[in-house]
T-cell receptor
Framework: GAVVSQHPSWVICKSGTSVKIECRSL??????MFWYRQFPKQSLMLMAT?????????EQGVEKDKFLINHASLTLSTLTVTSAHPEDSSFYIC?????????????FGPGTRLTVT | QKEVEQDPGPLSVPEGAIVSLNCTYS??????FMWYRQYSRKGPELLMY????GNKEDGRFTAQVDKSSKYISLFIRDSQPSDSATYLC?????????????FGTGTQLKVEL
């Protein structure tokens, strides 16, 4: 199956600083990638859809100026949490779709655990 | 009402038991159905992918879809302690939605020795 990587796997930062998370599709190209957020013992909440060569599409309630998304190439999308605060501490997961019979299959990265102190 | 309902558990079973995990949904536009397994502090891993009503089997896993009842299930036979994880159902529309998935809340499963 396809492989999606994320970097870093975990990060601790101070309140007010910015943190960049990378999502890469290692063996396939993805014009679209998705960014999710997951709080402990809760399901994945879609934050935004990253589109290669164009602006990201944000879900309702997600601040686009706070969560900056850049889809720089067909294999790389980045999420930057700007001016991070403790409430931004969460598990951030990206996914990328790959075509298969009958539609698309979503492959997820291993996630990035962000802790803001 | 949530678009996808899933019992969060936790569900605890003895090793070797048959496990039944279920989701119901309200959006009749959902046509693709997936089950993911997520270990603690890891990303979800795709287990099963179906797009038609009926059963699909893969090893110890069987996915069942009943579109008329808007109900999907995942059965795990001969459950093992390594199956202990959170199982998430996910769904997608045929067209539109841009390949976005809608997830259930996940069911936490523990298989005990």
């Amino acid at each position: 199956g396809a492989v999606v990587s994320q970097h870093p796997s975990w990060v601790i930062c101070k309140s007010g600083t910015s943190v960049k998370i990378e999502c890469r599709s290692l063996d396939f190209q993805a014009t679209t990638m998705f960014w999710y957020r997951q709080f402990p013992k809760q399901s994945l909440m879609l934050m935004a859809t990253s589109n290669e060569g164009s602006k990201a599409t944000y879900e309702q309630g997600v601040e686009k100026d706070k969560f900056l998304i850049n889809h720089a190439s067909l294999t790389l999308s980045t999420l930057t949490v700007t001016s991070a605060h403790p409430e931004d501490s969460s598990f951030y997961i990206c996914s990328a779709p790959q075509a298969r019979q009958g539609g698309y299959e979503q492959y997820f990265g291993p996630g990035t655990r962000l802790t803001v102190t | 009402q949530k678009e996808v309902e899933q019992d969060p558990g936790p569900l605890s079973v003895p090793e070797g038991a048959i496990v039944s995990l279920n989701c119901t949904y309200s959006n009749s536009a959902f046509q693709y159905f997936m089950w993911y397994r997520q270990y603690s502090r890891k990303g979800p891993e795709l287990l099963m992918y179906t797009y038609s009503s009926g059963n699909k089997e893969d090893g110890r896993f069987t996915a069942q879809v009943d579109k008329s009842s808007k109900y999907i299930s995942l059965f795990i036979r001969d459950s093992q302690p390594s199956d202990s994880a959170t199982y998430l159902c996910a769904m997608r529309e045929l067209t539109g939605g841009g390949n976005k998935l809608t997830f259930g809340t996940g069911t936490q499963l523990k298989v005990e020795l």
